[in-house]
C-alpha cells in the first residue's frame, strides 16, 4: 500500500512536471510567434514607407519633368519660333537678297527649333534612354552642351563598360541631368569633367565642375533652402537604387558629386 | 461525491465539452478535420459515459477504452494532416498514424481483449500527439501572417492536446502496470489511490477541453 501511494505521488508530480513543461513550451511559442508578428508588420511598414517614397519621388520627378518642359519651350524653341515668325513678318519681296536671306535665316531658326525638340523628346523618352544605355545618353546630353561652346567638357572611363539595370541607368540619368542643369544655372563653371567608373563590385559616376561652389555645410540647415532640397531629393533618388549620393563643394574650387551603386557583374 | 465525480464522472463531461466545441466549429466552417473530430468526440462522450455507468455498477470498463484507442488515433491524427501544409509534416503524421494502427493489429492479434487498460497504446498515442503538437508549432513560427494566433482555432486546440497528452504520458504508461500490481489484492484503499491518479488524468482532460471549448468561443466571436 506505502509502495502504491508513492508510485502514485511519483507519477503525479512527473504529470505535473510534464504539464508545467507543455505550458512553458506554449508560452514560448506565443512570446516567440509575437516578436516575429512584430518583425513581419514592421517589414511590412517599411515596404509600405519605401512604395510611398518611390511614389513621391515619381511625383518629384514628373513636376520637375513638366517644369523643365516648360522652360524649354518657353527659353528655347518659343524664343526661336518666335525670331522665325519676326524674321517671315519682316519678309518683302522687294529686295530678293534680303529675301533669301530671310528665308534662310527662317529655315536655320525653324530646323533649331525642330532639333530642340527632338532633343526634349529624347531627354523624356525613358525608352530611348534605358535603349540607350546610360553611358551613351549622358553622352548625348553633353553633345547638346558642347554645341553650346560655353563649357570645356572632359569625359573619362575606368575599366571595362558594362550595363546596369533599366531601372538603375534610367534614374541615375536623372540625377545626372539636374547635377547638369545645377552646374548650367548656378555654377558659373567652365569645366566640367565626367568620370565613369567601372569596378567590377561597384559602379560611379563622378561630375565634377571649377564654379563657384557653395558651403555644403548649408545643406544641413532645419529650413531647406532650395540647394538643399534639391540635392536631398537627389539622395532620395539613389537611395531606390541602393546607390550612395555624396555632394563635395568649397566655396571658389567648384563641386564634386559622386554617384556610387554596388554591383554584381557576375 | 466530490471524488466521484472527478474521477468518473469528468471524463464524459470533458468529451461532451469537446463535442460543443466541435459544434460551435463546423457551425463556422465545415471542414472534413473538423466534422471527424465532432462524430468522434461524439461517440466518446456517450462511450464513456456508458463506462461510467458500468463503473457505477462495479463492471469491467476497459473494453471501451481499448475500443476507443483507434478511433482518437485517426480521428487526431487526420485533424494533424489536415492542418500541416508541407509534405514533409503530412509524412510525419502518416508514420504515426501507421505506427499506432499496426501496434493496435498486434495488440489485437496477440492479446484479444484486456482486462486491464491498453497504457502501452495510450502513451504511444501521447507520444505521437505531442510530437505532432511540436511540429505544428514550428509550422507556425515558420510560417507567420498577418492573424493573430489567438484568433486561430488550430492553435487552441493543438496546445490543449500538448497539455492533456504530455501531462498524461506518465499515467498512461505506468496505470496498467499499477492496476497489474495489485489485481489480486484489490483492497478499498488501493483502489481509491487509482481512482486519484485517474482523477489526474480527468482533471487534464477537463482542462483541455475546457481550453478547446473557450477557444472555440474566442474564435466564433472575433471572427464575426
Redesign the interface.
Known sequence: MGSLSQQVVVIIISSVFLLVVAIGIILLVLIYQKKQHLYVREKEQLKVDFEKQILESKLEIQEQTFKYISQEIHDNIGQVLSLAKLTINTMAASDPKILNEKIDSSKNLVGKAIEDLRNLSRNLNTDYITGLGLSISIENEIKILRNAAQYEIEVIKEGDPYRLQHQQELIIFRIFQEVLQNIIKHSRATCIKIIFYYEPSSFMLEISDNGIGFDVSRLQEKNKNQVGIGVLNMRHRANLVSADFTIDSIPGKGTVVKIKLPVNIN | MFRNFVAILLEPLSYALFSIAFLLRISIEKQAKVKVLFIYYLVAAVGFGYASWLVFRNQNNTWIYNLLYLPAVVSICFYFHETFYKGSGKAIVKFFIALNVIYFIIRITLFGKMVIIDSFGYSLLSISV?FLS?VY?YQ??RH???L??WANFDFWLI?SY??YF??????FL?YAN?TY??LHSY?Y??RS??S??WG?HNV?LFLSSLITLVGSLWVAYHNR
Do not use: A, M, P, R
Open positions: 505531442s511540436f508549432f507556425l513560427l507567420v501572417n498577418e493573430k494566433v496546445s500538448l497539455l504530455l501531462g498524461s504520458f506518465f499515467i505506468l499499477l500490481d495489485i483492497t484503499e488501493q489511490l487509482l486519484v491518479l489526474v487534464l
